[in-house]
């Protein structure tokens, strides 16, 4: 099962920020939050990650509590092309490997002209 | 370019034929991962392998199948042992050699078994 939660769907207005929440409260010490997106019927692509502190790169916003049981991914300026699903991942580490990316259902953003 | 290869990108096929779905990376990855989706639905994974000859059932193993005998490719096999194939297929990779990089997805496959 996924280690996170988010709700199933949010609106936003076009040039508006879309803030997207993620809980994650059993997340351990090692792991990090991952961000995706899936445009309809293509791969997810990815946006953003981190572990405690609060990441940006030219996509978005990552704002992970101090406590990180809880993330919120920022679109600081939301256009119909971020119309997607949004995934909120955390990514399992055991050893020096990877561990498998666990899905769950994710949030539905759309964006309103 | 760099990049993972999903083939082919809609696939059809009788009930009861097993098919195979090609996944090759050319980015060095060392972790490979295969998913279904269905409509309206999230990610479940299928199998993973984390290094060459090695694989691990995922959530939703059941009728399927997976080889890993060269680093770059990871195909899938749909058994006629699996109840409902049709799906959107997705493959995906990661490195191992870092702590926290991300996975690269290929675009899918839609199998459709009639």
């Known amino acids: 099962d996924a280690k996170t939660t988010q709700p199933p769907s949010m609106d936003c207005a076009e040039g508006r920020a879309a803030n997207l929440p993620c809980n994650h409260s059993?997340?351990?010490?090692?792991?990090?939050v991952y961000w995706y997106r899936q445009i309809h019927s293509q791969g997810p692509q990815y946006i953003i990650h981190?572990?405690?502190n609060n990441e940006t790169n030219e996509m978005a916003s990552l704002i992970i509590t101090e406590d990180r049981k809880s993330s919120t991914l920022i679109l600081p300026h939301a256009t119909l092309r971020d119309t997607a699903v949004y995934y909120c991942?955390?990514?399992?580490?055991?050893?020096?490997?990877?561990?498998?990316?666990?899905f769950g259902k994710g949030t539905k953003l759309s964006v309103k002209p | 370019d760099g990049g993972i290869t999903q083939s082919p990108k809609y696939l059809f096929r009788k009930e009861g034929q097993n098919v195979t779905l090609s996944c090759e990376q050319n980015?060095?990855?060392?972790?490979m991962y295969w998913y279904r989706q269905d409509p309206g639905q999230g990610l479940r994974l299928i199998y993973y392998?984390?290094?060459?000859?090695?694989?691990q059932k995922g959530d939703i193993a059941e009728g399927y199948s997976v080889s890993r005998e060269k680093k770059e490719s990871f195909p899938l096999t749909v058994t006629s042992a699996q109840k409902n194939p049709t799906a959107f297929y997705l493959c995906?990779?990661?490195?191992?050699?870092?702590?926290?990089?991300?996975?690269?997805f290929g675009q899918g496959t839609r199998l459709t078994v009639v």
């Open positions: 995906a990779s990661s490195s191992n050699r870092d702590s926290n990089t991300e996975a690269f």
């Open positions: 980015l060095n990855h060392d972790a």
């Open positions: 059993t997340i351990s010490g090692n792991e990090y």
């Open positions: 981190g572990l405690k």
């Open positions: 991942i955390v990514r399992v580490n055991y050893g020096g490997s990877q561990g498998n990316l666990i």
């Open positions: 392998s984390q290094i060459v000859n090695d694989f």
